[in-house]
């Protein structure tokens, strides 16, 4: 039997998850923070547990278009096809949908005088980056991840 395809997620429902709740996540990873410090390296560590943003550019999963599954660096969760990643001219990772649903946990993120919604590991909420309404079809998302919050795996392989 196939997998069923997840729905179609737009504007309007990542600004309903980031207002009035998230999708429940399948499970939590949760350890102090000196146990995140010691699992994970120091780029992912200061990506996912402190909010950074790597340089544009100049990153892992930028210009990679090999296929596979795109997995949370933190707790190996996974977050994105890679057919679903697409060259958007940012300087970061794009992708135009999340593996499903819960996967991604959505907050309004008003740093830097912007106003954005921040993407979040909805299993670890490690950082990953932000959504914008700006992507390609079918909904119009433009997942921009920083390349530190993800691990690829190969084609064929499977994650928690």
């Known amino acids: 039997m196939p997998t069923p395809t997840p729905p179609v997620l737009r504007w ?10 998230n999708p429940e996540p399948p499970r939590r990873v949760e350890h102090p923070e000196a146990e995140w410090a010691r699992l994970l390296t120091p780029d992912q560590y200061q990506v996912l547990r402190q909010h950074a943003t790597e340089p544009p550019y100049r990153n892992a999963y930028c210009r990679s278009y090999e296929p ?15 057919t679903e990643k697409y060259h958007a001219i940012s300087g970061w990772p794009s992708f135009r949908q999340p593996r499903a649903p819960n996967a991604i946990r959505y907050a309004f993120d008003d740093s830097f005088s912007m106003q ?41 392989a499977r994650s928690n």
């Open 12 to 21: 309007k429902d990542i600004v309903i998850f980031a207002k009035y709740g």
């Open 68 to 82: 596979g599954e795109y997995v949370c660096a933190g707790c190996g969760s996974q977050l994105f096809a890679a």
């Open 116 to 156: 954005r919604i921040e993407a979040r590991c909805n299993v670890c909420d490690g950082h990953l980056g932000h959504v914008f309404p700006d992507g390609p079809a079918p909904g119009g998302l433009r997942y921009c991840m920083n390349s530190a919050s993800l691990k690829r795996l190969g084609a064929g």
